[in-house]
């Protein structure tokens, strides 16, 4: 018989001086050149956070300001970097988009693109 008690047991993680914490890596959207020409010329900065879905896993949001920091676009739930891709590239390549019919057209595509990851 062992003397062997397990309430005495401690586990304690430590980790070497001056370490930081790992952050997950930054993933960085491949802009077209229409894409980052727009950005460029109308000052637009975009903005790609990510959140962890119990259903669905990872889950993006994408979000575009104007160059006085207007957000112009928010698109949540994202299934797929991918998609986030497509739709930041779609967006600058179009960008500005001023009438309620561009604006109708956009959403439109926009949804189009986030389903066609869906069907996957």
Do not use: C, W
């Amino acid at each position: 018989m062992s003397n062997y008690n397990s309430s005495n047991m401690r586990i304690e993680l430590t980790s070497p001086e001056g370490s930081h914490p790992v952050r997950p890596p930054v993933v960085e959207p491949q802009l077209t050149i229409a894409a980052e020409y727009n950005m460029v010329r109308y000052g637009v900065a975009y903005g790609i956070s990510s959140h962890f879905d119990e259903t669905y896993g990872t889950l993006y949001t994408l979000q575009v300001y104007d160059r006085n920091g207007v957000p112009k676009l928010r698109v949540q739930r994202i299934l797929g970097f991918g998609a986030v891709e497509r739709q930041l590239n779609h967006y600058l390549e179009n960008y500005p988009v001023r009438s309620p019919v561009q604006m109708s057209r956009m959403t439109y595509d926009l949804q189009r693109i986030m389903l066609s990851y869906y069907e996957d």
